[in-house]
């Protein structure tokens, strides 16, 4: 099986493992994942690819370190405010949401895609009032996207660094979520 690693910086990957696979490092957000995953795609036949990363977290349950699969995601932002309101456009053929099947024994969540990741009390409450997300990256919604429209099978694992709050760094772990972000996928390539 043709495997493409998808993430959006180095540092997510550690793995000597993963390492030896092709790795696609797109650069952080979704208009830098947009491009650089398409021209990949465009190039390169993969039977697979599995995007991995680190997320903010909403939920309480789910802890730092916690590794997750991303089996829904949405681009949050695409749409129209109106006063106090946020609408998707009903006119206009947009799809914002991507639901794939989950593919591992992990634990299945919903993310929103974000340009700003969350860090003020009040669009927080927003955000999981409007869209009750599990998690946000700032990629995810973008590789579902782009592999949808280039058909080819997809996994998001994402690794929690910390939870969605007024941002506080003192409150991460990064190290912890990266090595576990790398140990799961390692035993995700051992089953293929």
């Known amino acids: ?6 993430a959006a910086t180095k540092l997510e990957i550690t793995s000597d493992k993963i390492s030896n696979l092709p790795i696609l490092i797109t650069g952080v957000g ?7 995953l398409t021209k990949e795609l465009n190039n ?9 990363g680190v997320a903010g977290c909403f939920l309480d349950e789910i802890k730092i370190g916690d590794v997750v699969e991303v089996v829904e995601d949405c681009f949050s932002e695409i749409g129209f ?8 456009f009903s006119d ?13 024994s992990l634990r299945k969540v919903k993310g929103v ?7 003020i009390e009040n669009s927080i409450h927003k955000m999981v009032e409007r869209l009750h997300p599990d998690i946000e990256s700032m990629e995810g919604a973008a590789v579902f996207k782009v592999c949808e429209e280039m058909r080819v ?5 994402r690794s929690i660094s910390n939870k969605v709050e007024k941002r506080n760094k003192e409150s991460w772990n990064l190290p912890l979520a990266i090595s ?4 799961e996928v390692e035993k995700i390539i051992s089953t293929l």
Do not use: P, R
């Open 44 to 52: 390169n036949d993969y039977d697979l690819v599995i995007n991995m």
């Open 153 to 157: 099978s997809c996994i998001q694992i």
């Open 30 to 36: 979704m208009l830098n994942t947009a491009i650089n």
């Open 92 to 104: 206009f053929n947009i799809k914002t949401k991507y639901k794939v099947e989950g593919k591992t």
């Open 1 to 6: 099986m043709n495997v493409l690693i998808v």
């Open 81 to 88: 405010e109106d006063g106090e309101s946020f609408s998707e």
């Open 180 to 183: 576990n972000l790398n140990i």
């Open 113 to 119: 895609t974000v340009n700003t990741v969350h860090g």
